[in-house]
Every structure is written in structure tokens, then in C-alpha cells.
């Protein structure tokens, strides 16, 4: 059967390069269509997500962006939030949890709801243990008990792996919940990578002849073959030359494909872009645009009810007048930004270690000046650095700088009164 052509010109633009220009004058031409049915089949792959029109650029072809998994939590995953004790299958950890199964009921009735991959969480009852084995499920011990020599050597056997956690079912639940959560969130945010298309338009290669360039944008990225040098005013371009063009570079405007959706938005208001380049290892991945930035983008509406203080002490170091943590996703909004909230709480524990060094338990923050200075984002390293600059009999005045990488991202001064014993 003889294809349509719209599904011809579909399979035209699918075999073209990323950043490939297409117009529908050039289709009607090179596949010998009428207009009508170019326009309605670029109209298509818009929807479809192959191509994308820019203002002042044309329609040019992109790559659907399909990074983003469902994902299942690891059993290792899962062992590292409860803390537990691997009794044997350390090999088979790396494994993604298929099903979460709580063993509630009799063991007969267990076996309705296991399934290969799935992790049984169950106390001290070998009969549910064995169903578990026999179905290719690994199983997950509550209350501090072990396994019986039977069950190691059974699930050894099949290749299954036992945890045992001193937690209670329901703390367990509710921290697997929590991480479950996490999971989502962070397959649901939009980066720059889902953003990103590649346009050369954008950049001129500083050893060429600028005379063949013109400018798509008041911004141009410089660029030497596959080194990326930076940003400058194309007003300036007339004047730039591969000897002095850092003196005319425009400071952080640059993205990396991880940057949230939040932190691009950032970065465009306060320097009135249309553009802003994603950039690794001195390497330009792309751009992303500001069209694509500021529509309307449908964010995740996700909801645990777990206290999440537990997590936050689990996973912080405290080292002398400093905490290093790595921001975790219920700390973040639905943007993947650290909430105002959870930076609080930080510098809460920050103050907490710092006084601690003093020896004073008993205080009450009484005045404080805030300076947020970049957006903190998801899965940053963070250090919380507390520094007393003042100490009277009664108050403390101190700062906490927040820094990533050393980088600060806030500094928080404040008037502590504290209280002798």
C-alpha cells in the first residue's frame, strides 16, 4: 500500500540532523507536494515534537527528548533509606523493586500479590518469607529480626535478597513512600535539557570573518570549533577579536543541561535574554530559548505526608561550625529550587552546631538579615558555614554563609540571646 504524503514528508524530516532549517517552500519543492500539505505536515511534527519555529530563525528539526524513565526504586536504594543490614543477595541489589507488597495478611493471601522483582515487607513470619522466594520476591525484615538459616540458603538459591531493618512496618512504609516520592519528582522536572535544541544561528566561531555573520540576537555565543568561549553583545561583535574578547564577555548567562526550569527563568529576567546557552565541560550543547521558558508548563502535583526531619538528620554532616548536605527533592519546590522553608531549617542546624561549640543549648534566634544570592536547585552539594563575629553575656551576633562548590549562594547574618545556666 502506497504511503500517504504526509507520512512521506513525516519520514523526510524525521531522517534530517538536529538543526536541520525546514520550510514548507523547500519540502513542496524537494518532495514535488503542494504547499498546503507541507504546512499541515510541518504543523504535525510540531505537535509530534521533531521540529520547533523560533522567531527570526525558522522551523528547524530537534530531537524528541525521551530521557526521562518511569524508574523503580533498587533494593540497594531502598536498603540505604531504612538503614538495614543486608543478610545475603548483595550481589543482586542494583535490581529495580517492581512492587512494593506489605505482609498484612495470611500468607495464602501474600502469594496473590507477589511477584518476580516485587520486595516483601513482613516481620518475623517464616511462612510469608518462604511464599515471598517461591514467587521471585525479595524480602525486607522489619523489627530488628533475622532469618532463619532455611530462608538464607533458599533465597542464596534463587538469587533474591533479605534486608533486615530495626524499623517497624510502618516506618518503613512511610520512608519507602517518601523516596518513591523523591523518585517521581525528580523524573518530573523540566531542565534545560528538555528545553535545549541546537542552533548554530547563535554562535560565531571567533577565527572566522565576522563579515558572513549576522546576528539572530542582541546576544551572540562565541565559540572556537568545539570550544565554547562565552557570550557577548552583538553590538560589540565589530570590535571583537580573538585577543581581547574576554574583556567583553557577559558574566553568568550560561546553563548546564541539569539547570531547572526555575533557574533558566532566573538567569533570562535578570539579563533581559532571549537566549541562554547550555554548557558542559566548555562545550555548547545548545540553546534554549525564551518562548520555551515562559509558556505555560504543567508542573507535577505530588503529595507525601511523611515528616521529613528524620531524612534531613540522616543524610547532613555536621563538621565543627559546618554541615555539608546534598538537596533532596522533597526540599525543593515543584521547580526543583530549594524552598525557603528547608533553607531555614538548614540554617537552623547550622546555628544549632556552631553554638553547640560554645556550649550553649538554651537560645532563641532574635533578629535576622537574609542575602540569597542564586537559586539553590536539586541535588546540589551544599556547606552551611557558621562564623560567630561578635559574643556578649547575653547575645551573639553570627553569620551563615550558604556555598556550593565555592560558590555562595546566601549569606545570612542574625542576633542570637542565648541563656546561661
Given at each position: 500500500?502506497?504511503?500517504?504524503?504526509?507520512?512521506?514528508?513525516l519520514?523526510?524530516?524525521?531522517?534530517?540532523?538536529?538543526?536541520?532549517?525546514?520550510?514548507?517552500?523547500q519540502?513542496?519543492s524537494?518532495l514535488?507536494?503542494?504547499?498546503g500539505t507541507?504546512?499541515?505536515?510541518?504543523?504535525?511534527?510540531?505537535?509530534?515534537?521533531?521540529?520547533?519555529?523560533?522567531?527570526?530563525?525558522?522551523?528547524?528539526?530537534?530531537?524528541?527528548?525521551?530521557?526521562?524513565?518511569?524508574?523503580?526504586?533498587?533494593?540497594?536504594?531502598v536498603?540505604?533509606?531504612i538503614?538495614?543490614?543486608?543478610l545475603?543477595?548483595?550481589?543482586?541489589?542494583e535490581?529495580?523493586?517492581?512492587?512494593?507488597v506489605?505482609?498484612?495478611?495470611?500468607?495464602?493471601?501474600?502469594?496473590?500479590?507477589?511477584?518476580?522483582?516485587?520486595?516483601?515487607?513482613v516481620?518475623?513470619?517464616?511462612?510469608?518469607?518462604?511464599?515471598?522466594?517461591?514467587?521471585?520476591?525479595?524480602?525486607?525484615?522489619?523489627?530488628?529480626?533475622g532469618?532463619?538459616?532455611?530462608?538464607?540458603?533458599?533465597?542464596?538459591?534463587?538469587k533474591l535478597?533479605?534486608?533486615s531493618?530495626?524499623?517497624?512496618?510502618?516506618?518503613?512504609?512511610?520512608?519507602?513512600?517518601?523516596?518513591?516520592?523523591?523518585?517521581?519528582?525528580?523524573n518530573?522536572l523540566?531542565?534545560?535539557?528538555?528545553?535545549?535544541i541546537?542552533?548554530?544561528?547563535?554562535?560565531?566561531?571567533?577565527?572566522?570573518?565576522?563579515?558572513?555573520?549576522?546576528?539572530?540576537?542582541?546576544?551572540?555565543?562565541?565559540?572556537?570549533?568545539?570550544?565554547?568561549?562565552g557570550?557577548?553583545?552583538?553590538?560589540?561583535?565589530?570590535m571583537?577579536?580573538?585577543?581581547?574578547?574576554?574583556?567583553?564577555?557577559?558574566?553568568?548567562?550560561?546553563?548546564?543541561?541539569?539547570?531547572?526550569?526555575?533557574?533558566?527563568?532566573?538567569i533570562?529576567?535578570?539579563?533581559?535574554?532571549?537566549?541562554?546557552?547550555?554548557?558542559?565541560?566548555?562545550?555548547?550543547?545548545?540553546?534554549?530559548?525564551?518562548?520555551?521558558?515562559?509558556?505555560?508548563v504543567?508542573?507535577?502535583?505530588?503529595?507525601?505526608?511523611?515528616?521529613?526531619?528524620?531524612?534531613?538528620?540522616?543524610n547532613?554532616?555536621?563538621?565543627?561550625?559546618?554541615?555539608?548536605?546534598?538537596?533532596?527533592?522533597?526540599m525543593?519546590?515543584?521547580?526543583?529550587?530549594?524552598?525557603q522553608?528547608?533553607?531555614?531549617?538548614?540554617?537552623?542546624?547550622a546555628?544549632?552546631?556552631?553554638?553547640?561549640?560554645?556550649?550553649?543549648?538554651?537560645?532563641?534566634?532574635?533578629?535576622?538579615?537574609?542575602?540569597?544570592?542564586?537559586?539553590?536547585?536539586?541535588?546540589?552539594?551544599?556547606?552551611?558555614?557558621?562564623?560567630?563575629?561578635?559574643?556578649?553575656?547575653?547575645f551573639?551576633?553570627?553569620?551563615?554563609?550558604?556555598?556550593?562548590?565555592?560558590?555562595?549562594?546566601?549569606?545570612?547574618?542574625?542576633?542570637?540571646?542565648?541563656y546561661?545556666?
Amino acid at each position: 500500500m502506497a504511503k500517504s504524503k504526509h507520512n512521506v514528508i513525516l519520514e523526510y524530516i524525521e531522517k534530517l540532523p538536529e538543526g536541520a532549517k525546514i520550510s514548507v517552500r523547500q519540502i513542496s519543492s524537494y518532495l514535488n507536494v503542494s504547499e498546503g500539505t507541507s504546512y499541515r505536515a510541518i504543523k504535525s511534527a510540531e505537535k509530534d515534537g521533531i521540529v520547533k519555529t523560533i522567531e527570526r530563525v525558522g522551523t528547524i528539526r530537534v530531537i524528541r527528548n525521551e530521557d526521562h524513565l518511569d524508574g523503580h526504586l533498587t533494593f540497594n536504594q531502598v536498603n540505604r533509606v531504612i538503614q538495614g543490614q543486608v543478610l545475603t543477595g548483595t550481589s543482586f541489589l542494583e535490581r529495580e523493586i517492581t512492587r512494593f507488597v506489605i505482609g498484612a495478611m495470611a500468607a495464602e493471601e501474600i502469594e496473590s500479590y507477589l511477584e518476580s522483582g516485587a520486595i516483601l515487607i513482613v516481620g518475623n513470619r517464616e511462612e510469608a518469607q518462604y511464599t515471598a522466594i517461591e514467587n521471585g520476591a525479595g524480602i525486607l525484615i522489619t523489627g530488628g529480626f533475622g532469618a532463619s538459616e532455611e530462608i538464607i540458603k533458599r533465597a542464596e538459591a534463587s538469587k533474591l535478597p533479605v534486608i533486615s531493618t530495626s524499623y517497624d512496618t510502618f516506618s518503613v512504609a512511610s520512608v519507602i513512600q517518601r523516596e518513591l516520592y523523591s523518585l517521581s519528582l525528580s523524573n518530573s522536572l523540566t531542565t534545560a535539557k528538555d528545553l535545549m535544541i541546537k542552533q548554530n544561528d547563535y554562535s560565531f566561531d571567533i577565527e572566522k570573518s565576522r563579515y558572513r555573520y549576522t546576528a539572530m540576537d542582541k546576544v551572540t555565543l562565541l565559540i572556537h570549533e568545539d570550544k565554547y568561549l562565552g557570550a557577548v553583545k552583538s553590538s560589540d561583535l565589530k570590535m571583537i577579536d580573538a585577543s581581547n574578547y574576554q574583556g567583553f564577555l557577559i558574566p553568568d548567562i550560561e546553563a548546564s543541561s541539569i539547570s531547572t526550569l526555575q533557574r533558566i527563568r532566573q538567569i533570562m529576567s535578570w539579563q533581559q535574554l532571549n537566549i541562554v546557552p547550555v554548557v558542559e565541560d566548555s562545550r555548547l550543547l545548545g540553546i534554549v530559548h525564551r518562548r520555551d521558558v515562559f509558556k505555560n508548563v504543567e508542573t507535577p502535583k505530588l503529595e507525601a505526608n511523611v515528616s521529613t526531619d528524620e531524612l534531613v538528620s540522616r543524610n547532613i554532616m555536621i563538621e565543627e561550625n559546618k554541615i555539608h548536605i546534598t538537596v533532596m527533592s522533597f526540599m525543593t519546590d515543584e521547580l526543583g529550587t530549594m524552598t525557603q522553608g528547608s533553607h531555614m531549617d538548614l540554617i537552623e542546624r547550622a546555628v544549632k552546631a556552631v553554638l553547640s561549640n560554645y556550649d550553649i543549648n538554651s537560645y532563641h534566634i532574635d533578629s535576622m538579615n537574609v542575602m540569597n544570592l542564586k537559586l539553590i536547585q536539586l541535588n546540589q552539594e551544599l556547606i552551611l558555614e557558621g562564623q560567630v563575629i561578635d559574643i556578649g553575656d547575653q547575645f551573639i551576633r553570627l553569620e551563615v554563609v550558604t556555598a556550593s562548590d565555592e560558590v555562595v549562594y546566601s549569606k545570612v547574618s542574625m542576633l542570637v540571646q542565648y541563656y546561661k545556666k
